[in-house]
């Protein structure tokens, strides 16, 4: 489904960052940063995720951005958490285009 993005620079390999927002079976919000959104999701539906999402599975990702750097991301993640659950609601249904 999502595939992280490598992007490789001479012999280095840089990976990206993203934000990121799943759904549980609960309809709770859990929101999380990564470098790689497929394998973070697959964890998170075994059970081997952030400890929040134990027992909510399974999650279905709604939401992701992608930051320049992990730093950003770390701060991006802050301020999404910081955000009501209606204000989620809204990110995720913008970013699905509704």
């Known amino acids: 489904m999502f595939v992280p993005v490598l992007l490789k620079i001479s012999k280095v390999i840089v990976m990206a960052n993203f934000v990121y ?8 919000i859990y929101t999380g940063w990564t470098t790689d959104l497929k394998r973070r999701i697959e964890q998170h539906n ?8 134990r027992g909510r599975t399974p999650v279905k990702l709604e939401y992701y951005e992608k930051c320049e750097t ?23 249904k913008e970013f699905h285009g509704f």
């Open 70 to 92: 992990r730093s950003k991301a770390l701060k991006r993640e802050h301020e999404i958490k910081g955000l009501k659950k209606a204000e989620k609601e809204r990110l995720i």
């Open 21 to 28: 927002m799943v759904r549980c079976k609960d309809n709770s």
């Open 46 to 53: 075994n059970e081997e995720g952030a400890k929040y999402t």
